[in-house]
Protein backbone atom coordinates (compact mmCIF):
# COMPACT_ATOMS: atom_id res chain seq x y z
CA UNK A 1 0.00 0.00 0.00
CA UNK A 2 1.27 3.57 -1.01
CA UNK A 3 0.41 6.25 1.49
CA UNK A 4 -2.06 9.25 0.05
CA UNK A 5 -0.65 12.92 -0.47
CA UNK A 6 -2.75 14.17 2.45
CA UNK A 7 -1.59 11.41 4.67
CA UNK A 8 -4.99 10.59 6.08
CA UNK A 9 -5.59 6.85 3.72
CA UNK A 10 -3.54 4.39 2.52
CA UNK A 11 -4.13 3.21 -1.19
CA UNK A 12 -4.51 -0.40 -2.28
CA UNK A 13 -2.39 0.37 -4.56
CA UNK A 14 0.42 -2.70 -5.60
CA UNK A 15 4.20 -1.65 -6.58
CA UNK A 16 6.91 -3.16 -8.60
CA UNK A 17 8.80 -2.14 -5.91
CA UNK A 18 11.82 -4.24 -4.45
CA UNK A 19 14.23 -3.26 -2.14
CA UNK A 20 18.21 -3.19 -3.83
CA UNK A 21 20.37 -5.18 -3.17
CA UNK A 22 23.68 -4.02 -1.29
CA UNK A 23 26.22 -2.49 -3.49
CA UNK A 24 28.36 -3.91 -0.97
CA UNK A 25 27.41 -8.01 -1.18
CA UNK A 26 30.34 -9.90 -2.28
CA UNK A 27 32.76 -7.34 -2.05
CA UNK A 28 34.68 -9.28 0.73
CA UNK A 29 34.34 -12.70 -0.29
CA UNK A 30 35.52 -11.78 -3.58
CA UNK A 31 38.69 -10.77 -1.99
CA UNK A 32 39.56 -14.51 -1.17
CA UNK A 33 37.96 -16.09 -4.37
CA UNK A 34 41.38 -17.01 -5.75
CA UNK A 35 42.52 -18.57 -2.37
CA UNK A 36 39.31 -20.30 -1.35
CA UNK A 37 41.33 -23.56 -2.82
CA UNK A 38 42.54 -23.76 0.76
CA UNK A 39 39.33 -23.34 1.99
CA UNK A 40 38.02 -26.74 -0.01
CA UNK A 41 40.91 -28.50 0.90
CA UNK A 42 40.93 -28.19 4.79
CA UNK A 43 37.06 -29.37 3.75
CA UNK A 44 38.23 -32.24 1.96
CA UNK A 45 40.32 -32.97 5.07
CA UNK A 46 37.20 -33.08 7.05
CA UNK A 47 35.53 -35.38 4.63
CA UNK A 48 38.10 -37.87 5.11
CA UNK A 49 38.28 -37.72 8.60
CA UNK A 50 34.51 -38.52 8.56
CA UNK A 51 34.99 -41.34 6.06
CA UNK A 52 37.99 -42.39 8.34
CA UNK A 53 35.34 -42.68 11.22
CA UNK A 54 32.41 -44.27 9.84
CA UNK A 55 34.90 -46.92 8.79
CA UNK A 56 36.18 -46.88 12.43
CA UNK A 57 32.76 -47.42 14.24
CA UNK A 58 31.58 -50.08 11.53
CA UNK A 59 34.80 -51.85 12.80
CA UNK A 60 34.46 -51.37 16.58
CA UNK A 61 30.67 -51.71 16.66
CA UNK A 62 29.83 -53.97 13.79
CA UNK A 63 27.27 -53.41 11.16
CA UNK A 64 23.96 -52.31 12.84
CA UNK A 65 21.17 -54.75 13.31
CA UNK A 66 17.80 -53.67 11.62
CA UNK A 67 14.46 -55.25 12.26
CA UNK A 68 13.53 -54.80 8.97
CA UNK A 69 10.07 -54.50 7.71
CA UNK A 70 7.89 -52.09 5.46
CA UNK A 71 7.21 -49.24 8.16
CA UNK A 72 11.03 -49.43 9.44
CA UNK A 73 14.66 -48.51 7.08
CA UNK A 74 17.37 -50.37 7.49
CA UNK A 75 19.39 -47.52 5.85
CA UNK A 76 22.86 -46.71 7.32
CA UNK A 77 22.74 -43.87 9.30
CA UNK A 78 26.22 -42.64 8.38
CA UNK A 79 24.40 -42.40 5.11
CA UNK A 80 22.47 -39.49 5.89
CA UNK A 81 25.28 -37.86 7.99
CA UNK A 82 27.43 -37.55 4.92
CA UNK A 83 25.00 -36.26 3.40
CA UNK A 84 24.08 -33.59 6.03
CA UNK A 85 27.85 -32.46 6.30
CA UNK A 86 27.79 -32.26 2.37
CA UNK A 87 25.10 -29.87 2.75
CA UNK A 88 26.38 -27.86 5.76
CA UNK A 89 29.83 -27.67 3.32
CA UNK A 90 27.65 -26.10 0.25
CA UNK A 91 26.04 -23.68 2.48
CA UNK A 92 29.00 -21.82 3.83
CA UNK A 93 30.94 -22.98 0.33
CA UNK A 94 28.21 -20.50 -1.55
CA UNK A 95 28.19 -17.90 0.76
CA UNK A 96 31.84 -17.17 -0.19
CA UNK A 97 31.57 -17.93 -3.91
CA UNK A 98 29.33 -19.21 -6.48
CA UNK A 99 31.96 -19.80 -9.52
CA UNK A 100 35.15 -21.73 -9.46
CA UNK A 101 35.39 -22.75 -6.00
CA UNK A 102 32.31 -24.75 -6.17
CA UNK A 103 33.40 -26.92 -8.74
CA UNK A 104 36.17 -28.02 -6.85
CA UNK A 105 33.66 -28.58 -4.15
CA UNK A 106 31.92 -31.07 -6.95
CA UNK A 107 35.07 -32.51 -7.04
CA UNK A 108 35.66 -33.03 -3.38
CA UNK A 109 32.22 -34.38 -3.14
CA UNK A 110 32.64 -36.63 -5.71
CA UNK A 111 35.44 -38.42 -4.04
CA UNK A 112 33.76 -39.18 -0.77
CA UNK A 113 30.66 -40.46 -2.53
CA UNK A 114 32.98 -43.15 -4.05
CA UNK A 115 35.04 -43.08 -1.11
CA UNK A 116 31.64 -44.25 0.88
CA UNK A 117 30.64 -46.54 -1.56
CA UNK A 118 33.73 -48.51 -1.61
CA UNK A 119 34.66 -48.19 2.07
CA UNK A 120 31.50 -48.34 3.54
CA UNK A 121 29.05 -50.04 1.36
CA UNK A 122 31.01 -52.54 -0.78
CA UNK A 123 32.98 -53.41 2.09
CA UNK A 124 30.61 -54.48 3.69
CA UNK A 125 28.78 -56.83 1.53
CA UNK A 126 29.30 -60.54 2.17
CA UNK A 127 32.85 -61.92 0.63
CA UNK A 128 31.74 -64.58 -1.89
CA UNK A 129 34.60 -66.97 -2.51
CA UNK A 130 34.74 -68.38 0.54
CA UNK A 131 31.96 -69.50 1.08
CA UNK A 132 31.50 -70.80 -1.97
CA UNK A 133 34.59 -72.88 -1.38
CA UNK A 134 32.82 -74.57 1.61
CA UNK A 135 29.31 -74.86 -0.60
CA UNK A 136 31.50 -77.11 -3.09
CA UNK A 137 32.15 -79.20 0.03
CA UNK A 138 28.69 -79.46 0.70
CA UNK A 139 27.24 -80.24 -2.31
CA UNK A 140 30.08 -83.01 -2.51
CA UNK A 141 29.06 -85.00 -0.09
CA UNK A 142 26.04 -84.61 -0.67
CA UNK A 143 26.23 -86.52 -3.72
CA UNK A 144 28.66 -89.05 -2.08
CA UNK A 145 25.85 -89.60 0.31
CA UNK A 146 22.59 -89.90 -2.34
CA UNK A 147 21.68 -93.29 -1.09
CA UNK A 148 20.56 -91.25 1.96
CA UNK A 149 18.71 -88.65 0.26
CA UNK A 150 15.72 -88.11 2.73
CA UNK A 151 18.70 -87.38 5.70
CA UNK A 152 20.96 -85.60 3.55
CA UNK A 153 18.08 -83.63 2.20
CA UNK A 154 17.18 -82.71 5.63
CA UNK A 155 21.02 -81.64 6.53
CA UNK A 156 20.81 -79.46 3.20
CA UNK A 157 18.09 -77.58 4.05
CA UNK A 158 20.39 -75.81 6.91
CA UNK A 159 23.60 -75.20 5.08
CA UNK A 160 23.71 -72.09 3.04
CA UNK A 161 26.49 -69.47 1.99
CA UNK A 162 25.21 -66.57 3.54
CA UNK A 163 23.79 -66.73 7.45
CA UNK A 164 20.77 -64.77 8.31
CA UNK A 165 23.19 -61.47 9.55
CA UNK A 166 24.62 -61.90 6.34
CA UNK A 167 21.56 -61.45 3.88
CA UNK A 168 20.26 -58.55 6.09
CA UNK A 169 23.64 -56.95 5.58
CA UNK A 170 23.18 -57.56 1.96
CA UNK A 171 19.56 -56.16 2.10
CA UNK A 172 21.08 -53.27 4.36
CA UNK A 173 23.76 -52.13 2.18
CA UNK A 174 21.07 -52.13 -0.96
CA UNK A 175 18.99 -49.65 0.65
CA UNK A 176 21.45 -47.54 1.75
CA UNK A 177 22.59 -47.66 -2.02
CA UNK A 178 19.37 -47.16 -3.06
CA UNK A 179 19.03 -43.88 -0.40
CA UNK A 180 22.36 -42.58 -1.99
CA UNK A 181 21.38 -43.01 -5.63
CA UNK A 182 18.21 -40.31 -5.06
CA UNK A 183 19.67 -38.13 -2.53
CA UNK A 184 22.97 -38.08 -4.68
CA UNK A 185 20.14 -36.22 -7.33
CA UNK A 186 19.08 -33.73 -4.87
CA UNK A 187 22.71 -32.57 -3.93
CA UNK A 188 23.34 -32.25 -8.00
CA UNK A 189 20.19 -29.98 -8.37
CA UNK A 190 21.13 -28.38 -5.26
CA UNK A 191 24.07 -27.49 -6.50
CA UNK A 192 23.49 -26.44 -9.61
CA UNK A 193 21.19 -23.54 -8.32
CA UNK A 194 23.73 -22.59 -6.59
CA UNK A 195 26.73 -21.98 -8.93
CA UNK A 196 27.02 -19.52 -11.81
CA UNK A 197 24.70 -19.79 -14.44
CA UNK A 198 27.85 -20.54 -16.55
CA UNK A 199 29.09 -23.51 -14.64
CA UNK A 200 25.90 -25.33 -14.60
CA UNK A 201 26.85 -27.78 -17.54
CA UNK A 202 30.39 -28.25 -15.69
CA UNK A 203 28.29 -30.42 -12.77
CA UNK A 204 27.39 -33.89 -13.01
CA UNK A 205 26.71 -36.72 -10.44
CA UNK A 206 26.18 -39.17 -13.11
CA UNK A 207 29.06 -41.69 -12.84
CA UNK A 208 28.35 -41.62 -8.91
CA UNK A 209 24.69 -42.53 -9.24
CA UNK A 210 26.05 -45.51 -11.48
CA UNK A 211 28.30 -46.76 -8.99
CA UNK A 212 26.40 -46.83 -5.98
CA UNK A 213 23.23 -48.53 -8.87
CA UNK A 214 26.24 -50.92 -9.42
CA UNK A 215 26.17 -51.61 -5.59
CA UNK A 216 22.26 -52.19 -5.71
CA UNK A 217 22.71 -55.02 -8.41
CA UNK A 218 25.85 -56.34 -7.06
CA UNK A 219 23.77 -57.12 -3.87
CA UNK A 220 20.96 -58.47 -5.29
CA UNK A 221 23.26 -60.62 -7.23
CA UNK A 222 24.76 -61.66 -3.98
CA UNK A 223 21.28 -62.99 -2.74
CA UNK A 224 20.14 -64.75 -5.87
CA UNK A 225 23.78 -66.89 -5.82
CA UNK A 226 23.54 -67.38 -2.47
CA UNK A 227 20.07 -69.24 -2.95
CA UNK A 228 20.57 -70.91 -6.31
CA UNK A 229 23.57 -72.34 -4.63
CA UNK A 230 20.94 -73.10 -1.63
CA UNK A 231 18.83 -74.97 -4.10
CA UNK A 232 22.12 -76.78 -5.93
CA UNK A 233 22.18 -79.62 -3.93
CA UNK A 234 18.60 -80.86 -4.36
CA UNK A 235 18.84 -80.15 -8.32
CA UNK A 236 22.21 -82.39 -8.27
CA UNK A 237 20.14 -85.21 -6.43
CA UNK A 238 17.12 -84.73 -8.72
CA UNK A 239 19.47 -86.08 -11.91
CA UNK A 240 21.02 -88.82 -9.34
CA UNK A 241 17.85 -90.68 -8.80
CA UNK A 242 17.44 -93.73 -11.13
CA UNK A 243 14.40 -92.69 -12.80
CA UNK A 244 14.00 -95.12 -15.12
CA UNK A 245 13.24 -97.97 -12.01
CA UNK A 246 10.10 -94.96 -10.60
CA UNK A 247 7.19 -97.41 -10.51
CA UNK A 248 4.44 -95.08 -9.07
CA UNK A 249 3.69 -91.49 -9.16
CA UNK A 250 3.68 -90.15 -5.77
CA UNK A 251 3.80 -87.21 -3.74
CA UNK A 252 6.22 -84.49 -4.82
CA UNK A 253 9.49 -85.53 -4.51
CA UNK A 254 12.11 -84.77 -1.69
CA UNK A 255 14.10 -82.57 -3.95
CA UNK A 256 11.00 -80.68 -4.41
CA UNK A 257 10.49 -80.15 -0.72
CA UNK A 258 14.14 -79.52 -0.17
CA UNK A 259 14.32 -76.59 -2.65
CA UNK A 260 10.51 -75.02 -0.69
CA UNK A 261 12.23 -75.33 2.45
CA UNK A 262 15.25 -73.07 1.22
CA UNK A 263 12.51 -70.84 -0.64
CA UNK A 264 10.47 -70.13 2.86
CA UNK A 265 13.42 -69.91 4.67
CA UNK A 266 15.73 -67.70 3.09
CA UNK A 267 13.40 -65.65 0.45
CA UNK A 268 11.12 -64.36 3.37
CA UNK A 269 13.89 -62.84 5.42
CA UNK A 270 15.12 -61.14 2.08
CA UNK A 271 11.12 -59.08 1.95
CA UNK A 272 11.38 -58.26 5.14
CA UNK A 273 14.75 -56.54 4.93
CA UNK A 274 13.66 -55.17 1.53
CA UNK A 275 10.66 -53.94 2.86
CA UNK A 276 11.06 -50.11 2.13
CA UNK A 277 12.51 -51.14 -1.28
CA UNK A 278 9.44 -53.20 -2.55
CA UNK A 279 10.95 -52.71 -5.94
CA UNK A 280 14.02 -53.94 -5.82
CA UNK A 281 12.82 -57.18 -4.28
CA UNK A 282 10.48 -57.98 -7.12
CA UNK A 283 13.63 -57.56 -9.09
CA UNK A 284 15.33 -60.02 -7.15
CA UNK A 285 12.68 -62.39 -7.31
CA UNK A 286 12.09 -61.89 -10.78
CA UNK A 287 15.77 -62.46 -11.64
CA UNK A 288 16.14 -65.38 -9.29
CA UNK A 289 13.23 -67.48 -11.23
CA UNK A 290 14.33 -66.37 -14.26
CA UNK A 291 18.12 -68.01 -13.39
CA UNK A 292 16.87 -70.50 -11.60
CA UNK A 293 14.36 -72.21 -13.83
CA UNK A 294 17.00 -72.41 -16.80
CA UNK A 295 19.22 -74.06 -14.40
CA UNK A 296 16.14 -76.58 -13.14
CA UNK A 297 15.89 -77.21 -17.03
CA UNK A 298 19.08 -77.70 -17.72
CA UNK A 299 19.52 -80.41 -14.84
CA UNK A 300 16.12 -82.07 -16.05
CA UNK A 301 18.17 -82.53 -19.45
CA UNK A 302 20.53 -84.87 -17.53
CA UNK A 303 17.42 -86.85 -16.29
CA UNK A 304 16.46 -90.17 -18.30
CA UNK A 305 13.39 -91.27 -16.68
CA UNK A 306 10.88 -94.04 -17.82
CA UNK A 307 7.29 -93.18 -18.75
CA UNK A 308 6.24 -93.34 -14.60
CA UNK A 309 9.32 -91.63 -13.95
CA UNK A 310 8.28 -88.75 -16.34
CA UNK A 311 5.23 -88.35 -14.94
CA UNK A 312 6.97 -87.87 -11.64
CA UNK A 313 8.82 -85.24 -12.74
CA UNK A 314 6.03 -83.59 -14.56
CA UNK A 315 4.20 -83.37 -10.97
CA UNK A 316 7.42 -81.83 -9.19
CA UNK A 317 7.75 -79.49 -11.70
CA UNK A 318 4.29 -78.47 -11.55
CA UNK A 319 4.65 -78.36 -7.44
CA UNK A 320 7.70 -76.45 -8.33
CA UNK A 321 5.83 -74.24 -10.79
CA UNK A 322 3.08 -73.30 -8.45
CA UNK A 323 5.63 -72.55 -5.14
CA UNK A 324 7.39 -69.94 -7.62
CA UNK A 325 4.05 -68.39 -9.18
CA UNK A 326 3.86 -67.35 -5.55
CA UNK A 327 7.40 -66.69 -4.24
CA UNK A 328 7.24 -63.02 -3.42
CA UNK A 329 4.21 -63.52 -1.00
CA UNK A 330 5.99 -67.04 -0.02
CA UNK A 331 4.79 -67.91 4.13
CA UNK A 332 2.55 -64.35 4.15
CA UNK A 333 -1.26 -65.05 5.48
CA UNK A 334 -2.15 -62.39 3.01
CA UNK A 335 -0.97 -62.99 -0.60
CA UNK A 336 -0.20 -59.66 -2.60
CA UNK A 337 -0.55 -60.71 -6.47
CA UNK A 338 2.85 -60.58 -8.04
CA UNK A 339 3.15 -58.05 -10.70
CA UNK A 340 2.38 -59.00 -14.45
CA UNK A 341 5.85 -59.48 -15.95
CA UNK A 342 7.22 -61.76 -13.11
CA UNK A 343 4.01 -64.43 -13.60
CA UNK A 344 4.80 -64.54 -17.04
CA UNK A 345 8.24 -65.15 -16.57
CA UNK A 346 7.15 -68.27 -14.55
CA UNK A 347 4.78 -68.99 -16.63
CA UNK A 348 6.84 -69.17 -19.62
CA UNK A 349 9.71 -70.98 -18.84
CA UNK A 350 7.86 -73.50 -16.38
CA UNK A 351 6.09 -74.53 -18.82
CA UNK A 352 8.85 -74.49 -21.39
CA UNK A 353 9.76 -77.63 -18.54
CA UNK A 354 6.45 -79.55 -18.52
CA UNK A 355 6.40 -79.21 -22.41
CA UNK A 356 9.74 -81.32 -22.49
CA UNK A 357 8.51 -83.79 -20.25
CA UNK A 358 4.92 -84.06 -22.54
CA UNK A 359 7.63 -84.88 -24.98
CA UNK A 360 9.22 -87.28 -22.91
CA UNK A 361 5.78 -89.16 -22.50
CA UNK A 362 4.92 -89.51 -26.27
CA UNK A 363 5.21 -92.22 -28.21
CA UNK A 364 8.07 -92.02 -30.91
CA UNK A 365 6.92 -95.30 -32.98
CA UNK A 366 5.67 -93.23 -35.63
CA UNK A 367 8.52 -90.41 -35.87
CA UNK A 368 7.12 -87.83 -38.36
CA UNK A 369 4.23 -88.07 -35.54
CA UNK A 370 6.40 -87.47 -33.25
CA UNK A 371 8.40 -85.16 -34.41
CA UNK A 372 5.31 -82.95 -35.30
CA UNK A 373 3.79 -83.31 -31.62
CA UNK A 374 7.21 -82.20 -30.06
CA UNK A 375 6.70 -78.86 -32.13
CA UNK A 376 3.48 -78.71 -31.05
CA UNK A 377 4.28 -78.63 -27.89
CA UNK A 378 7.44 -77.18 -28.42
CA UNK A 379 6.06 -73.59 -29.60
CA UNK A 380 7.72 -74.65 -33.30
CA UNK A 381 11.13 -74.22 -31.27
CA UNK A 382 13.92 -76.22 -34.74
CA UNK A 383 16.89 -76.01 -32.21
CA UNK A 384 18.87 -79.29 -32.84
CA UNK A 385 20.64 -78.86 -29.28
CA UNK A 386 17.15 -78.55 -27.41
CA UNK A 387 15.63 -81.80 -29.62
CA UNK A 388 18.87 -83.83 -29.26
CA UNK A 389 18.60 -83.38 -24.89
CA UNK A 390 14.74 -84.45 -25.41
CA UNK A 391 15.84 -87.61 -27.25
CA UNK A 392 18.67 -88.49 -24.65
CA UNK A 393 16.02 -88.17 -21.75
CA UNK A 394 14.03 -90.53 -24.05
CA UNK A 395 16.68 -92.65 -24.08
CA UNK A 396 17.07 -92.73 -28.31
CA UNK A 397 20.38 -93.70 -29.08
CA UNK A 398 22.49 -91.19 -31.27
CA UNK A 399 22.50 -93.44 -34.59
CA UNK A 400 18.88 -93.42 -34.26
CA UNK A 401 18.63 -89.60 -33.72
CA UNK A 402 19.92 -89.13 -37.17
CA UNK A 403 16.17 -89.96 -38.88
CA UNK A 404 14.80 -87.64 -36.35
CA UNK A 405 16.37 -84.53 -36.96
CA UNK A 406 16.48 -84.53 -40.37
CA UNK A 407 12.73 -85.05 -39.82
CA UNK A 408 12.92 -81.76 -37.89
CA UNK A 409 14.37 -79.80 -39.92
CA UNK A 410 12.22 -79.95 -42.72
CA UNK A 411 8.79 -79.93 -40.53
CA UNK A 412 10.40 -76.48 -38.94
CA UNK A 413 11.34 -75.19 -42.48
CA UNK A 414 7.79 -76.32 -43.78
CA UNK A 415 6.75 -74.31 -40.99
CA UNK A 416 8.50 -71.08 -41.48
CA UNK A 417 7.99 -71.21 -45.37
CA UNK A 418 4.33 -71.37 -44.21
CA UNK A 419 4.48 -68.64 -42.17
CA UNK A 420 6.15 -66.20 -44.54
CA UNK A 421 3.43 -67.11 -47.40
CA UNK A 422 0.86 -64.93 -46.27
CA UNK A 423 2.99 -61.87 -45.51
CA UNK A 424 4.48 -61.76 -49.00
CA UNK A 425 0.91 -62.16 -50.44
CA UNK A 426 -0.08 -59.22 -48.51
Excluded at 53 to 78: A, H, I, Q, R
Excluded at 218 to 242: F, G
Excluded at 268 to 289: A, D
Aim: glycine share 4%; with cysteine.
Amino acid sequence: KIASTNGTEDLNLTTNLRPKSSPFQGIISQCFEDHLDIYIAELDRSLGDQIQKFVDELKKDGYPVFEGGEDTSNVLPTSADLFVYFRNCLVQCSKLSTGQPLLLLVQTFQKYLREYASRVLTANLPKTNTAATSLVGTATIFIQNLPNIPSMLKEGETIAKLNEPEICRSCSVLCTAEYCVETIQQLEDKMKEKIAKSLVDKISFESERNIYKAIIAESIQILIQDLENACEPALTAMTRLSWQTIETVGDQSLYVTSIVNHLKRIVPVIRNHLGSSRKYFIQFCTTFVDSFIKKFINHLHRCKPNMIGAEQLLLDTHSLKTVLLDLPSINLTVSRKPPQNFTKIVLKNMTRAEMILKVVLTPNDSARKFVKNYLQLMNNDGDIGTFQKVLDMKGIRRPEQAQLIELLKREHAAIIASHQQPTQQQ
